[in-house]
């Protein structure tokens, strides 16, 4: 918020970080092994989210690394992020575990458990 999307992502390339653009263009996620290359590359990731009208250049090798295509129908923003972290960390983020956390959140069948850090 406040910063110009271009300057962001070539600060951002040139410290070294890749970049990702997810659309309903570009190279599948399900069918193709862009999510492998993706984690080749050991880079740390930026991801770009498009709307109805992203710039032309969000496509362009200058700015995205990668044009990630979540699939093959419209679908939201948020839809597309939650699908692509959901790959890139294999599924495996919901049974993630911080031991620094200073709270918990253990769901339940009916509510929630919150466990406070003393």
């Known amino acids: 918020m406040g910063t110009p999307w271009k300057k962001t992502v070539k600060d951002w390339k ?11 263009y570009g190279e ?5 092994n862009v999510l492998q290359r993706i984690m080749n590359t050991g880079k740390d990731i930026l ?3 498009g709307s109805q009208k992203v710039p032309k250049e969000f496509f ?8 990630v295509a979540i699939g ?3 679908h939201s923003e948020c839809a597309s992020l ?3 972290l959901d790959r890139l960390f294999e599924r495996k983020e919901l049974k993630k ?4 956390a200073k709270l918990r959140i ?6 929630k458990k919150i466990v406070r850090k003393s």
């Open 47 to 49: 991801i770009l989210v």
């Open 14 to 24: 040139a410290r070294g970080g890749t970049t990702v653009h997810l659309t309903a």
């Open 28 to 32: 599948n996620i399900q069918t193709s």
């Open 97 to 100: 575990r911080f031991e620094s």
């Open 82 to 84: 939650a699908v692509f």
């Open 60 to 67: 362009s090798k200058a700015f995205s690394d990668f044009n």
């Open 72 to 74: 093959n129908q419209p």
């Open 106 to 111: 253990i769901p339940l069948k009916r509510g």
